[in-house]
């Protein structure tokens, strides 16, 4: 029998503790517990797993350790738990992805949501890993072929690249994604679904994303009822997953939906902890959270691939200052604003390309490509400026030569900015000029 036949009994093998602590609960409170006679191995985010007397089992994890005991926070509510349940160290949180995970749906521990088997792989990564080496990593890559024209012309993405979605509600994001999940030139895609409603997991998967785009990615969930230790490393662990990939060489695509979630899971959880709050709200711990979380991906250091990572946010009111979309916004490597009054006049991507900027620019277009984006960008902004006037039957045409080449082109460049663009980012420069000339 070939080898990797023997492969996940090999790894569920490598898994066996030869030695197993437990602990019991001394305290209880709304919501942590205090475990004692945990083993002095026992570190600040080992997993637990709890055996309430009244029956089944949680997982828990450590925010604090004392002389009295180990401070857990259960995964789910505290109701039930007793003085003198068992509890059980399991351990660093990890996960232990494997090729074989493509075109499947896995919750954060690896474990399958799509009613089939799944094996893990030999190695199990951790969920907090750091980012690679900052001298050893390698520069941007060339320009990727996204299907869309705005993202083949005016917003490029190049490989390595991390940018952020930011969008309110409704405008769709989540459809953008999915395009982007289908059509962004990649080996592989890796998507966290943080916090999202449970109901729309399916449709997702079968409406938005579609078995083209299943065929090729491996989505990691934690739909909104789950607990907040297991929505925050929804995020981890797909970047965990990708970082597998990139190991063995591949380009991967990682889409998080979304980091506001994966915020205030993390909220939720620092406040149990007993860390107090800053701006906005948001524990002083947010912004290197967010900060480390985007810089696991980008380029990868020589002999590895990379990560192009799309990180998807939710500005209430499309308040581009609101805490976690600046903090977000400062450590990417370009941003794209959705718009709610452009999905309401029925355009789709919705992107407010005035207020979007990809930091590919200039390098990812030649000079004469780099021409088109600026006069599209000009013409774009005279538009924004006049059109209250002319639609209002202010401007008098010839007052403004700008703003006449303005009304000219701008139906043109607007359905342009909508376009589908399957034959590369060629063909969609050709597209952009034919639109300006």
Do not use: N
């Not at 792989?121 to 072929?145: I, S």
């Not at 991390?162 to 289908?182: P, T, W, Y």
Request: hydrophobic share 50%; aromatic share 4%.
């Amino acid at each position: 029998m070939p080898e990797p036949a023997f492969a996940p009994l090999a790894a569920a093998i490598a898994r066996v503790r030869a030695v197993r602590h437990f602990g019991r609960i001394a305290a209880a409170g709304a919501a942590t517990v205090t475990v004692a006679g945990l083993p002095a191995v026992t570190a600040l985010g080992d997993r637990v797993r709890i055996e309430a007397r009244t029956g089944g089992a949680r997982a828990g994890e450590v925010l604090g350790l004392a002389p009295a005991g180990a401070a857990v926070l259960p995964e789910g509510p505290a109701e039930g738990l007793a003085i003198g349940d068992r509890v059980e160290h399991l351990g660093p949180a990890a996960i232990a992805p494997d090729d074989g995970w493509i075109g499947r749906i896995v919750d954060p521990a690896g474990a399958p949501l799509d009613g089939r088997p799944l094996h893990a792989g030999r190695e199990a990564r951790p969920l907090r890993a750091p980012a690679p080496p900052a001298t050893g990593r390698r520069r941007l890559g060339p320009r990727l072929a996204t299907g869309l024209a705005v993202f083949d012309t005016l917003l490029p993405i190049v490989r390595g690249q991390r940018i952020g979605l930011f969008a309110g509600s409704g405008v769709g994001k989540s459809m953008l994604l999915a395009r982007l999940a289908r059509g962004l030139a990649a080996d592989v895609a890796v998507i966290a679904l943080v916090g999202e409603r449970g109901r729309e997991l399916r449709e997702f998967v079968e409406g938005t994303l579609g078995p083209e785009g299943l065929a090729r990615a491996v989505i990691v969930t934690a739909t909104s009822d789950a607990p907040p230790l297991a929505r925050r490393r929804a995020a981890w662990a797909g970047m965990a997953v990708a970082e597998h990939f990139r190991d063995g060489g591949a380009h991967v695509l990682f889409l998080c939906d979304s980091v506001t979630r994966f915020a205030e899971a993390h909220r939720e959880i620092a406040l149990a902890a007993g860390e107090g709050t800053g701006l906005g709200g948001w524990p002083a711990s947010t912004a290197h959270l967010i900060g480390a979380l985007a810089e696991r991906a980008g380029p990868g250091p020589e002999g590895a691939g990379d990560i192009t990572a799309v990180f998807s946010v939710l500005v209430p009111g499309s308040d581009m200052e609101e805490p976690v979309a600046d903090i977000l916004r400062g450590v990417l490597d370009g941003h794209v604003v959705l718009d709610r009054a452009i999905a309401e006049r029925g355009r789709f991507p919705a992107v407010d390309l005035l207020r979007s900027v990809s930091r590919s620019l200039p390098a990812a277009a030649t000079a004469e490509e780099g021409a088109l984006i600026a006069e599209a960008r000009r013409l774009l902004g005279a538009w924004e400026r006049a059109e209250m006037m002319v639609r209002a039957g202010l401007y008098a045409q010839g007052s403004d030569p700008l703003v006449d080449a303005a009304i000219r082109v701008f139906p043109r460049l607007d359905a342009f900015l909508a376009e589908a663009a399957p034959d590369g980012p060629a063909a969609a420069f050709r597209g952009l000029a034919a639109c300006l000339a």
